[in-house]
């Protein structure tokens, strides 16, 4: 981890030995027992539907893998935090799936975050360096402006709308450090719309796959594929700006520009393009979904609040928080880790097995989908003490050692891990630093804090007034 005494997250892509496997023959494996609780035709789809959050939490009373019946479908749900890393290191398992072919056809179908095999692998490569740990410090600037950015732009007393705040903050703040120049500042915002409109459309095409529905010219559809067809144009714009200007800055699109394929040829223009698409929306809406749920902890326990503004004192003194500060605002790191445990932006996850195989001695046959949730690993009273209450020190060094392998991994492990935990966290501690420290925060009438469930996982609907400190 780049901050504070947060847990030790996954080592980084491609170090990290899979837990050992079971080498029985395919025959001497057991099935894995259906999950309690199928309805008649249904199976557990209507739970899932209903409340997916419980239904994902109780899974692990069934077993370490279970088999949930979705109508015609079985799907493979891993409860275990060992076994859950046991699949994301796995060379058995890829990203497929229906989540991920409802994405693939709406944001293109060669970015890094839905490739698969030695084209991932060299996408991989080429992105990875936008992220390393040595490349931080240089958004520093970046992140540092937009977390006083906001703090000047929330007067005192007004009601905020946390969910516009936050997804804008996320994008401006990618948007700027991956792909530099001053261009990308009104820019920023285009985005910004186009992405909020996509995101919940994107989730209501994924759970209600429709197809031709989704083509009626009603007001909604028309709405989503105008921002689809200006986020595509923003990208194309962004690109040929930057090569108009001459201009190499060291950053991520550079980096996507000069890339070569395994050929030594330059990757192809649609390869860039869905590059950069890739890049940018997870990116916000994970954010964007961390910075909604740091608001909601922030009203929910404001003496939070006031130890981070302590801890921003001491640290800081009074002048605006830097980059250079983040690593000694160890409190605030690890309430915003807590604030991952209990609300991890990526709740769920999935994947496909490509061969017969085994897991956790159960057998698993090729094709077969797999799904495992981050929120209720990081929820598990086998993992956690007193797991479902809110406690940044459990985070100290002498304490998160307890932690069993696997049980906190919000930004994955594996060769699909999350490129950018260290961006996302140097950030998160900027932002949250920035604003706890001139502002408590109570939330307003109209606030609906419940978590919603889409892509990512944030409340519904957050309005907090902003109060001086
Ligand atoms: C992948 C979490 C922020 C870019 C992932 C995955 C997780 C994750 C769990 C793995 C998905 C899987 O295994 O199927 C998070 C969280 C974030 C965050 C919790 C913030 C707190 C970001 C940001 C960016 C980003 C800021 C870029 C600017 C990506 C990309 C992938 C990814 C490109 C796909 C990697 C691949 O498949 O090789 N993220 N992410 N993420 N994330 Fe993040």
Redesign the pocket.
Known sequence: MTVGSSPEFPAPLGQEAPPSSDTRPQAELREPPVAGGALPFLGHGWKLARDPLAFLCQLRDHGDVVRLELGPKTVYAVTTPALTGAV?LSPDYI?AGPLWESLESLLGKE?????NGPL?RR??RT?QPA?RLDAIPAYGPIMAEEAQALVERWRSGEVLDITAESFRV?VR??AR??MRGSYMDDRADRICSALATLFSGMYQRMVLPLGPLYRIPVPANLEFNRALADLHLLVDEIVADRRASGQKPDD?LTALLEAKDDNGEPIGEQEIHDQVI???T???E??G??IMSLLLVLTEHPELGDKIRDEVKSVVGDRPVAFEDARKLTFTANVIVET?RLY???WI???RAVTDTELGGYRIPAGADLVYS?YAIQRDARSYERHEEFDPDRWLPERSKDVPKYAM????V????????H???A??TLITAAIAAAFRFEQAPGSDPRPRIGITLRPRRLLVRALPR
Not at 111 to 115: F, I
Not at 409 to 412: A, G, H, R
Not at 414 to 421: A, F, H, I, L
């Open positions: 994301a990203i970015g890094v975050a839905t490739a991932h996408q991989r992105i992220f996320a703040v990618s450090c991956l991520l890739a890049i940018l997870p990116g916000s994970t954010v979904s961390m991952m991890p932006a990526v996850l999935t994947r981050p991994s919000p930004f994955s594996g060769n699909r891990k999350c490129p950018s935990d961006f996302s966290m950030e998160l």
